[in-house]
């Protein structure tokens, strides 16, 4: 069958050649599958370019779940190092969860893609870092909190991996619709420091490992659009329901159809929010038991581990102030009301790939 | 009219997880034609199994789910008003979870 054959008399704006398969949301241009991964591929070239987020002969660790942004990320960058001279020497960083079910099934991804696009791969889990698989996890604590410590343990097991891998960077697959919906929930949770933060292209360049988001400015889109043609594993974490980020994401897909330049416009409004004075920053140490950066005696993943191992799961989780000493708390100006210094803070934290 | 539909990214979770399906659909009795806005409500009532709001908002996709015929962009091709021919394969992905 003709592909387009109903877009009759229109060509592509780009090469007026071939006919158009696809709407560019950023700029409503009709352009075929050709043109397409051309201008996909040089706009990410251009981001990287612009914002200097690698200097030649760095080693950089994709974050790889298997899923489209990390797939797609991995394939496009190591086309580009190898068409634009980076210079770049690339590894591919997984981290297993211990899921039954989905993580087997993304790692097996993972580890095509390792052979398709010639990067080494490393694969750190959880049960080798921490002594709990994430099935194991839940089984005590029930699906409730579950995704607390699957943020928490899989943004440090990526640093982690990344020492491990010596690399000097790690690049993780957060696109545009991710940058927005996540401003969006820092707006809604009233955290000042994280939604001008959360817009940063590059973040950690004063810590071990700086992480840097190449897809900041790509639509979600075009980022299904363009792994056509690659292999990939689609899934959500299955213990992640989630409502809240769902809601935003929703409204956030809602927004891009009435008018699709909003998801930049989100970006860009997160952006251009200014720390004031009086918000205070907090001062970044180590963790006293396992090194990690920490602004407390305890980090995070240590606080929630101590609770599994005494078999005192909601530690770190609970309301009492003793339990949150080891989580990370950017305010403390004492200005919050006081319903909210009582919520639980790290409950309505996601899992998945936006905290990185 | 036969027609091919695939549902992607979760969507085939709502049809017994099945994700391609090789269907017979009527065309509409007056014209002898089938638009897509008359497949996406035959796919409610005959394929969507469960939690039919995942799938539809209103009288469209939800906002999020992305419409291929013939791996053509459906903004392309006329949207809800696009005609289906025989043979033509729709694609139903969903991008509103995961990464
Ligand atoms: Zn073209
Ligand atoms: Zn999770
Ligand atoms: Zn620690």
Redesign the pocket.
Known sequence: MEEGKRAVGRL?S??S??RPALKRPKTLEQ??R??FYAVFEEEIHRVIMENHLFKAGERIAVAASGGKDSTVLAYVLSELNRRHDYGLDLFLLSVDEGITGYRDDSLETVKRNEIQYGLPLKVVSYKDLYGWTMDEIVKVIGLKNNCTFCGVFRRQALDRGAALLKVDKLVTGHNADDMAETVLLNILRGDIARLSRCTFIMTGEDGPIPRCKPFKYTYEKEIYAYFKKLDYFSTECIYSPNAYRGFAREFIKDLERIRPQAILDIIRSGEDFRISSSTRMPDQGTCERCGYISSQKLCKACVLLEGLNRGLPKLGISRTREAINGSERLHKTGRLPKAEAERPILQSKPCGNLEF | MQLTLEFGGGLDLLCQSVKIHHVDVTPNVENGKLTLRDLLSWVRTSLIKERPEMFMKGDSVRPGILVLVNDCDWELCGGHDTELEEKDVVVFISTLHGG
């Open positions: 592509c780009i090469c050649q071939r352009i075929c050709e043109c």
